[in-house]
């Protein structure tokens, strides 16, 4: 079998972020060694450990290892809140126009929930909206964001969201908006979704406000299928969803552009457990497994994939988050036993 080597920029994070990210670089290693593929992993950091280290909470090096790459695996990187440097999540996402935040929420084997055999997708168009960072002290008394939608930016996410229903046999995309309050940047966003729907008729389109959404995930998450919404909007729906399926501990994450895709989980750094042998790496696993696909690794994924899922049918090696008794490191080491 002839050997193929991959080339990441790995981005261990803060807090859990380093003992996350080694579980799933062994277990990759573990699975795709035998079958040809591995890794050359680039690893810098990013957030507050790099500005100690290096004045730069992104450095210049990492900029340039992503460039190159243009693959990179992310781990957890806290950010301030109401203070202190902006969120590294965004300024990446923005530096190489990760314009596709995609987010598939779907239940694992084994575990209990009020929501038992989720199966959802979110198409979130990550790099404006508010998101875009854009604020100012009208005085000091008024604080001013803004919003900010573009035709380009709301048909790329609605192409990519369409384009994957075609591709994978989904039926239903629902477009999530407040255009009934923000007529202009929501209803912006709605007729280029409108346009774009037209041209695949096979997918079946609807609207629905956002606040409305999350009741109806609430009462019945069964009727969404594709949920292709804005920057903001979707950040907190694919929150809302993960509580389906176990927390944010288990929802993978892909950042993708034209050029690079960074793939993260969507939890945060959790620094109140690290270094405890504590956190659950299912979210960065499954955000791997992404990235096996995006490699075009498929024998690779899905071999993770079964195992991954093998361990939770067991339900004999999970983590406290999830009910389970194990640590980090056992619980990866379970997954490398299944594969």
Known sequence: MPSRTHQITLIPGDGI??????????????????LGCTFDW??????ADAFAKTGEYIPKALYDSIEQNRVALK?????????GFSSINVALRKKFDLYANFRPVKTLPGLKTNYPN????????????????LE??????????????????STRIAKAAFEYARKHGRKKIHAIHKANIMKLSDGLFLRCCRKVAEGYPE??????????TC??????????DIILTTNLYGDILSDLCSAFVGGLGLVPGANLGKECAIFEAVHGSAPDIAGQDKANPTAVLQSAILMLHHLNEPEAANK???ALEKVYAAGTSLTRDVGGTVGTKAFAEAVIAAL
């Not at 972020?17 to 035998?34: F, N, R």
Request: proline share 7%; hydrophobic share 40%; aromatic share 6%.
């Open 17 to 34: 972020g380093p003992e996350v990210t080694s579980a799933t670089v062994s277990i990759l290693e573990a699975a795709c060694t035998p």
């Open 42 to 47: 680039h690893t810098y950091n990013a957030g």
């Open 75 to 83: 781990g957890p990187v806290g950010t301030p809140i109401g203070a």
């Open 118 to 133: 989720i199966d959802l997708i979110i198409f979130r168009e990550n790099t404006e909206d508010l998101y875009a960072g």
């Open 136 to 153: 100012v002290m009208i005085n000091p008394d008024i604080a001013q964001s803004l919003k900010i939608i573009t035709s380009n930016g």
């Open 203 to 212: 997918v079946t389109y609807a609207e629905h406000i956002v606040d409305n």
């Open 215 to 224: 009741m109806q995930l609430v009462l019945n998450p069964y009727q969404y």
């Open 304 to 306: 993770i994939h079964a």
